[in-house]
């Protein structure tokens, strides 16, 4: 009895190594391959895309800055006296248009000048009759040649100190009247003000000798040159067609109020330009080669930019430099690239490289 059981228990013992040894075997012929080292196979179709094809063509960098009409320095005329008055009214506005003749002002001389004017009466009434006097005197043999020809000079003297007076206005109220036709651009004088001589009234420039001062930075004055072709809009107006004009002057300081380098601008035509409007100047510095792609297609990873292109059905990552970012787009540089390539605008921050996906073509 006990060898039968100790039969049983060996054969057990053998029949279950047998089943561990055959399952142990199984499992290693049958059991997955691994994938090979050699280059990855496109990933499975997980997204939908749309794709444009890349463009190449020529590209201007522009520059833009803004500045104000003004008048030309050399179209401006200060009105002024040559004494001293006071203003008693201002008959024209600034901005106004003006034309030759035209009153723009009252005034008339102040007590000082006045005083002066009479002053010279006096002299020329003494001097008149002093050589009078010494006319008379030279007959009866009584004076010299020498004293009657003092005399005769300090006459002239005197009336020629009087007419001078009295040719400048020195007298009563009179008008100032536009010697030219312009508009008005300051007025320096006020009603009961004291005017000292010389000191200028208001000033009159033309309305068709005009330039736009615009500001550029500091940087960039390099790039730009006299006679350089200049667009400009006028802000505030929708203005789809731009006044065509050229650079006429480059300074060379930093203005201090706006830290920006003055740029004089003179447009060919200056007929929709008002004194003192504000105004937009395009300018095209440079023109750049390159691939234009729309901004969607280009993503930041890190410090890079991708895009993806899409051939046969598989997408493909591409490190990108970007040349001039302008509204919609950007030039483009980069190895692998080419006009006519699909380049993906719509899907793309699902994408990784080599994947499957199906594309959705916009011309």
């Known amino acids: 009895m006990m060898k039968r059981y100790r039969f049983v228990l060996t054969f057990g013992f053998i029949s279950l190594v047998t089943l561990l040894v055959a399952l142990t075997a199984m499992h290693f012929l049958f059991r997955p391959q691994r994938a090979s080292a050699g280059p990855r196979a496109p990933l499975h179709v997980v997204a939908t895309v749309k794709t444009v094809r890349l463009a190449k063509r020529v590209v201007n960098r522009n520059l833009q800055t803004y500045g104000t009409v003004v008048a030309r320095a050399s179209s401006v005329r200060n009105v002024a006296v040559p004494f001293e008055s006071q203003c008693l009214r201002m008959l024209v506005s600034a901005g106004q248009r003006v034309h030759r003749g035209q009153k723009l002002l009252q005034l008339q001389a102040s007590s000082t000048a006045m005083l002066a004017l009479a002053e010279a009466r006096s002299q020329a009434t003494s001097a008149a009759a002093q050589y009078q006097q010494t006319l008379a005197s030279q007959q009866l043999h009584l004076v010299t040649k020498a004293q009657l020809l ?9 009336q020629l100190k009087l007419s001078n007076l009295l040719a400048q206005g020195v007298g009563g109220p009179r008008f100032i009247r536009a010697s030219r036709s ?26 068709h000798r005009i330039e736009i001062r615009i500001g550029v930075e500091p940087t960039d004055i390099s790039m730009l040159h006299e006679h350089m072709p200049v667009n400009i809009y006028p802000v505030g107006e929708d203005a789809k067609t731009p006044i065509p004009g050229q650079i006429s002057l480059l300074t060379l300081r930093v203005n201090p109020a706006t830290r920006l380098v003055d740029v004089f601008v003179t447009p060919q035509s200056s007929s929709d330009l008002l004194l003192g409007q504000y105004v ?15 901004r969607a297609a280009v993503m930041p990873v890190g410090a890079q930019q991708i895009l993806f292109t899409v051939r046969h059905g598989i997408a493909y990552e ?7 970012k302008k509204a919609h787009e950007y030039l483009i540089a980069a190895p692998g ?16 490289n080599l994947m499957a996906v199906t594309e959705k073509f916009r011309p």
């Open 150 to 158: 003092t005399a005769r000079q300090a006459e002239e003297l005197a």
């Open 182 to 207: 312009g508009v008005i651009n300051h007025i320096y004088a006020r009603p009961g003000q004291i005017i000292i001589a010389g000191s200028p009234l208001l000033q009159i420039v033309s309305s």
């Open 280 to 294: 937009r100047a395009s300018i095209t510095v440079a023109r750049l080669d390159g691939l234009v792609t729309p």
């Open 318 to 324: 591409h490190h990108v430099r970007i040349l001039l």
């Open 337 to 352: 690239l080419a006009q006519g390539d699909r380049i993906v605008v719509e899907g793309n921050p699902q994408l990784k």
